[in-house]
């Protein structure tokens, strides 16, 4: 098994930046990837970002250029740098691990993110 722990998220304006960290534990050897999702009212989980063990990252075309996802390996988290917010990002963003590319397997307990305008 692997437990994920999100932290970061809150309140901000429009333009404004927000850094979450997801901290994984357990059988974390298994893991091949991990990423963050988010989902808005209403609407279905979407993925924002990826990142391989090797470093290969995949970005959302929505948030393409604001957002960046990077991991420390020695800490067993990753991190999602976010840039330039707009309401639309406004979700409950979940951070996944899988352990195979695209096919997340855990997911953490989630956490709000809201953009004010």
């Known amino acids: 098994q692997v437990q994920l722990v999100e932290s970061g998220g809150g309140l901000v304006q429009a333009g404004g930046s927000l850094r979450l960290a997801c901290a994984a534990s357990g059988s974390i050897f298994r893991i091949n990837a991990m990423g963050w999702y988010r989902q808005a009212p209403g609407k279905q989980r979407e993925l924002v970002a990826a990142i391989t063990n090797g470093g290969l990252t995949n970005y959302a075309d929505s948030v393409e250029g604001r957002f960046t996802i990077s991991r420390d390996n020695a800490k067993n988290t990753v991190i999602l740098q976010m840039n330039s917010l707009k309401p639309e990002d406004t979700a409950v963003y979940y951070c996944?691990?899988?352990?195979?590319?695209?096919?997340?397997?855990?997911w953490g307990q989630g956490t709000q993110v809201t953009v004010a305008s």
């Open positions: 996944s691990a899988a352990l195979i590319i695209g096919r997340p397997n855990y």
